[in-house]
């Protein structure tokens, strides 16, 4: 039986409320039975979601809008010291609870899978809660992304297992202990915070190190950031590698495309299973195994759970079908590091034959732009064109001199086929005269390009 409220935690107020990672949060603790409120910059379906549970979501941010009586304030990495409801919280004397802390108050008493890496945390932290769930073991969930099924970022469950996203970006990460822990990949990012691949490795070696007595690290064998890490833990924690490297203990033999899914082979424990993940890509079929190999360690029969991912059918922003107009497909990712964008267009290049591949870009972050740009426009040399716009600056303040043209500049010495577009009101008639009958248009990044896709669909219909 999972536990209830933690202590403290029974008026909370979220400032950011709509975000991805604090949503969860505080859907959860409205599922459990918490006075919950909260602030955002603007309405949206989390918000009214975060409103059919109960929650009250202020719009916009003021200091009136915190209670008097709130139990504390949660607060992510991205609130500015400034926000006029943090400065109310200091008068009242509120507790202030960063995101991390108030996740992992929730998930004591449980049986956590955290969910680290640089790519793919989000992905397969949802096919760890949706193949859970399929087997009837009423996990919990906090997930960075929307599933397609059941439909929400986070939920309390009634069992015993907690599944998390567990993010290195601010070294959060650190607050959980969990009983199983799952490092897909290590790769330097998250500039602002990170200076150097050792300070990355550090933080993971912490991470690593939080896990309980008894418990198990699963990693990646085919990365090598993953393999450095396994090197410098050296044996300091139970570790499971999986892969398709040679050495990996849960070995992939096999992945096999099948138009938008893909055939998986795996041996785990001497046995030979096969199944299917309903999503493209490699990169897709690794998390799928990372998942089996967690559920694993939990004690969960793999040839039980292997099935049960075939139940997992996306996550929104995740390679998500946005719909189909004048023969044209428009699908949204997330992508917004080289890795990330060149997995993604591998598994669409896979998947779509001989189909066009435009990719609407929309850089996230100065820092990132300004240590990854390059690499981004190699990335776009794998579509057939793309349209690059103005950097996304989500929490950060301008860099001189770090604009898209970094990007622009070097997909074009990699002899892609690429177009600047400034005003993001202008991209659904520029991709309605670029797209025909057959192709694919990809509208890629973390930030607000996700909102283009059903306009381009609307803009393609006209025609």
Do not use: W
């Not at 009250?56 to 990495?77: F, M, P, R």
């Not at 996306?314 to 699908?331: F, H, N, P, S, T």
């Not at 990699?414 to 177009?419: F, K």
Request: hydrophobic residues 45%; charged residues 20%; contains cysteine.
């Amino acid at each position: 039986m999972a536990p209830g409220l933690p202590a403290a935690m029974d008026r909370p107020h979220f400032i950011g409320i709509g975000g991805a990672g604090m949503s969860g949060i505080a859907k959860i603790l409205a599922q459990r039975g918490a006075e919950v409120a909260g602030s955002d910059a603007k309405d949206s379906a989390t918000a009214q979601a975060l409103r059919a549970l109960g929650v009250t979501v202020h719009l916009g941010h003021a200091a009136g809008h915190l209670a008097d009586d709130a139990s504390c304030v949660v607060v992510s990495s991205a609130i500015r010291e400034d926000n006029p409801e943090l400065a109310r919280a200091a008068e009242l004397g509120i507790p202030v609870v960063h995101r991390s802390d108030a996740l992992a108050a929730l998930m004591r008493g449980l049986r956590p899978i955290a969910v680290a890496g640089t790519h793919g945390k989000t992905t397969t932290t949802s096919m760890l809660a949706v193949s859970l769930g399929e087997l009837g073991l009423k996990p919990s969930y906090a997930i960075g992304g929307d599933l397609d099924a059941p439909g929400s970022n986070a939920l309390h469950g009634a069992g015993d297992i907690f599944v998390a996203e567990a993010d290195e970006s601010d070294r959060s990460f650190h607050k959980y202990a969990p009983e199983v822990a799952i490092v897909l990949n290590v790769e330097l990012d998250h500039h602002a915070n990170y200076a150097s691949m050792d300070e990355i490795y550090e933080s993971f070696e912490t991470f690593a190190g939080k896990i309980v007595p008894g418990g198990t690290l699963v990693i990646s064998a085919d990365h090598e950031g993953a393999r450095e890490l396994t090197r410098r833990l050296a044996g300091s924690v139970r570790t499971v590698t999986y892969g398709e490297a040679a050495d990996a203990d849960v070995r992939v033999t096999a992945i096999v495309p099948q138009g938008l899914k893909s055939l998986v082979t795996a041996v785990i424990d001497g046995q030979e299973l096969t199944f299917a993940v309903s999503v493209p890509g490699r990169h897709y079929a690794l998390n799928a195994v990372a998942a089996l190999a967690a559920g694993a360690a939990l004690g969960i029969p793999a040839a039980e759970l292997a099935p049960a991912i075939a139940a997992y059918t996306g996550v929104k922003r995740r390679l998500q079908l946005k719909g189909e107009a004048a023969g044209v497909q428009v699908i949204d990712s997330y992508a917004h590091h080289p890795t990330e964008m060149t997995a993604d267009l591998e598994a669409m290049r896979a998947a779509a034959g001989d189909a066009r591949i435009l990719v609407v870009f929309q850089p996230h972050l100065f820092s990132r732009t300004q240590e990854l740009g390059k690499e981004m426009g190699q990335a776009l040399a794998l579509a057939d064109a793309s349209v690059v716009l103005d950097i996304y600056p989500a929490r950060e303040d301008p860099i001189p001199g770090i604009t898209s043209e970094l990007i622009i500049d070097s997909a074009r010495t990699a002899d892609a086929e690429v177009t600047a577009v400034h005003d993001k009101a202008e991209i659904p008639a520029v991709i309605a005269g670029m797209a025909g009958p057959g192709d694919l248009v990809l509208t890629m990044g973390a930030g607000d390009v996700t909102d283009l896709g059903p306009l381009i669909l609307d803009r393609l219909s006209q025609q």
